[in-house]
């Protein structure tokens, strides 16, 4: 069967009803929908036949552009293959081929990795496995996790309470977790607007984790998560000794230190994971979308090897960990994590990507002086415009940013009144013009 054939000629015989979309304005959308047909390297076609370059990356995750031919071909052989295997007292040889590829390119000493399916997951598995760690090692009142405000950790019940973003929790408050606090932000435009990479500003900002020590306890205290960059929340770059400073803490006192790479990951930062790229090496990452290049759901908790080993104790016969999901390992997130991180070493995509973040530093501050811009952040091939929302409606401005840089041809994302953008690594200078371009002359365009 080809599902294309399956799709009506005109939108009008299309009908979206019965489908919920997620984080989407639903009503709004199916007056006006945004279609994608089919995507190759930087571009995706639209339902009406235009190309739309790809700023995003699908959504931060396309690290090596669209339908790359050796990761669907391992895919459709793979499918062709092995359908199913459970990894429960069971599994598959790719699971392992594809775990021993992941942590050739971890930081040192972090030399196992658990399957999950999404970020969302990856991230409560993290948070449970600092628990039952601490547990293990007869530390079992360490429960509480620090999280940071403006945090973005997926939509699991842990990852909302962890997080710090205000509409993801608030509907939820009474369900969240009871056991957790969380750092202030970082973002500071008054100390750091305009920063090239690392602000100056705001490494004392981590030092409120010894002042969350002081109140709770370290011996209360599971771990810390954040993420090295903050995307979600509109491109919020480490300050200068920040991560350093939060790691010194964290070791001082027995905390584990969690970084959520979901977005970081896979060169986003010039490194494989944003934890080299800043010199600063947590107990756990999270990661996801672009380990497959996001062609097969697929996320995983990279450990430090003494996490690993503290699980790895008692009757052999026991299971050590009671979690796991139906589809961790699953045969055809294997073989894509396998194909995409081959594909990642044979290109040097990481490499590439660090090359081009000059070219794309430069081109993203240029933004600076464009009507209603008031910040431009960047890392790697990372970057954040943040603009001055239309008074008394925030995320108005954004939106119709978003919305006519779509109609121009260039896919980029707005969270909050700040364009997110994240490239396949695999962008070409031109393409790089060709987004600041469109963005510069919708800014003159737009109220
Ligand atoms: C830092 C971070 N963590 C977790 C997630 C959740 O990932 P998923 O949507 O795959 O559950 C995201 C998604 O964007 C993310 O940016």
């Known amino acids: 069967m080809n599902i294309r054939d399956l799709i009506p000629e005109t939108l009008q015989?299309?009908?979206?009803?019965?489908?919920?979309?997620?984080?989407?304005?639903?009503?709004?959308?199916?007056?006006?929908?945004?279609?994608?047909?089919?995507?190759?390297?930087?571009?995706?076609?639209?339902?009406?036949?235009?190309?739309?370059?790809?700023?995003?990356?699908?959504?931060?995750?396309?690290?090596?552009?669209?339908?790359?031919?050796?990761?669907?071909?391992?895919?459709?052989?793979?499918?062709?293959?092995?359908?199913?295997?459970?990894?429960?007292?069971?599994?598959?040889?790719?699971?392992?081929?594809?775990?021993?590829?992941?942590?050739?390119?971890?930081?040192?000493?972090?030399?196992?990795?658990?399957?999950?399916?999404?970020?969302?997951?990856?991230?409560?598995?993290?948070?449970?496995?600092?628990?039952?760690?601490?547990?293990?090692?007869?530390?079992g009142t360490r429960t509480k996790f620090i999280g940071r405000e403006r945090g973005y950790h997926g939509v699991g019940f842990g990852g909302i309470s962890v997080g710090g973003m205000v509409a993801n929790r608030k509907v939820f408050g009474g369900a969240l977790l009871p056991n957790v606090d969380h750092l202030p932000h970082t973002h500071n435009l008054t100390a750091n607007a305009y920063s090239r990479g690392q602000p100056e500003w705001g490494a004392h900002l981590a030092e409120s984790l010894e002042q969350l020590v002081a109140l709770h306890d370290a011996s209360n205290i599971a771990a810390v998560i954040v993420e090295p960059v903050a995307g979600s929340t509109g491109v919020l770059v480490p300050p200068k000794g920040y991560l350093e400073k939060l790691r010194e803490i964290c070791t001082k006192h027995g905390i584990l230190l969690i970084f959520d790479e979901v977005i970081t990951g896979f060169g986003r930062t010039g490194q494989p994971f944003a934890a080299q790229t800043f010199g600063v090496t947590p107990d756990l990452i999270t990661c996801a979308k672009a380990l497959t290049n996001a062609a097969v759901p697929m996320g995983a908790v990279?450990?430090?090897?003494?996490?690993?080993?503290?699980?790895?104790t008692g009757p052999a016969n026991t299971i050590e960990f009671y979690h796991g999901y139906t589809y961790s390992g699953h045969p055809l997130a294997a073989a894509a994590a396998i194909a995409t991180l081959d594909l990642f070493a044979s290109e040097g995509l990481f490499?590439?990507?660090?090359?081009?973040?000059?070219?794309?530093?430069?081109?993203?501050?240029?933004?600076?002086?464009?009507?209603?811009?008031?910040?431009?952040?960047?890392?790697?091939?990372?970057a954040g415009i943040e603009?001055?929302?239309l008074p008394g409606k925030p995320t108005a401005r954004a939106f119709e940013v978003f919305l006519k840089a779509y109609e121009k041809g260039v896919l980029i994302r707005t969270t909050g009144d700040t364009i997110a953008l994240s490239p396949p690594l695999i962008i070409e200078k031109s393409q790089i013009d060709q987004i600041f371009g469109t963005i510069a002359d919708v800014l003159k365009a737009v109220a």
């Not at 008031?374 to 091939?381: E, K, M, S, W």
Request: charged letters at 20%; a neutral charge; one cysteine or more.
């Open 302 to 312: 990279i450990v430090r090897n003494e996490i690993y080993e503290t699980f790895m």
């Open 13 to 139: 015989d299309l009908n979206m009803d019965p489908l919920w979309l997620p984080f989407t304005a639903n009503r709004q959308f199916k007056q006006q929908p945004r279609l994608l047909v089919s995507a190759k390297d930087m571009y995706y076609t639209s339902i009406d036949g235009r190309q739309i370059l790809d700023g995003i990356a699908g959504l931060w995750a396309v690290n090596a552009g669209h339908c790359r031919a050796p990761i669907v071909e391992a895919i459709k052989k793979q499918a062709e293959n092995v359908d199913y295997v459970t990894g429960f007292q069971l599994h598959h040889p790719a699971a392992f081929v594809a775990a021993e590829r992941l942590v050739r390119i971890t930081p040192k000493g972090m030399g196992h990795a658990f399957f999950v399916n999404s970020g969302s997951e990856a991230v409560d598995t993290a948070l449970k496995m600092a628990l039952a760690y601490h547990r293990a090692r007869g530390e």
């Open 351 to 382: 490499e590439r990507g660090a090359s081009l973040a000059k070219y794309w530093e430069d081109a993203a501050h240029s933004m600076k002086g464009m009507p209603h811009v008031i910040d431009v952040r960047n890392i790697g091939l990372v």
């Open 387 to 389: 603009l001055e929302p």
